[in-house]
């Protein structure tokens, strides 16, 4: 995507995408608009909560809060796409952020530390141009080492 090609000749997915972007940024005004009324979601099972418990826009919006909460100057971009195959949009994303405390829990590192987190999401739009799936693979585990959280065990 190149930041030269004006808004309105943008395609409708890759529009979605920087609402996505603005959504997981704080503003959660974007949740209503780019959030079907019903959810599915399909993300990593250690350090997430359950996604049964994720299935409306105030419901993943509290979520997104939630993440937030334990950064400063918290900020994601996207780094590759956003891409298109039919009802799909995929795109790989980079978060950047000061952690202060809590998430995650029993996290030993000082408050303060930097942290960036990688990740691509695959979301599925419903007949309304609408996110009605959620994928999610992420390096989180690599910010629990940075943080000195524990592990999973086997």
Known sequence: M???????????????????????????????EILADELTLHIPQYGMPDP???RTPRQFTGWIDAFRSSFTDARIRT??????????VIARWIFEGTWQSGRP????????????????????????????????????????????APLPTP
């Open 52 to 54: 049964a418990a994720l």
């Open 79 to 88: 780094a590759l796409g956003p891409f298109v195959d039919g009802d799909h």
């Open 2 to 32: 190149t930041d030269t090609l004006p808004a309105e000749g943008l395609r409708p997915q890759t529009v979605l995408w920087e609402k996505w972007m603005e959504l997981w940024n704080g503003n959660r005004d974007r949740a209503e």
């Open 105 to 148: 829990a029993g996290a030993t590192a000082a408050p303060g530390t930097p942290v960036t987190l990688r990740g691509a999401d695959v979301l599925r739009l419903d007949e309304r141009g609408r996110i009605a799936e959620y994928w999610l693979s992420d390096d989180l585990m690599d910010v629990y080492v940075r943080l000195g």
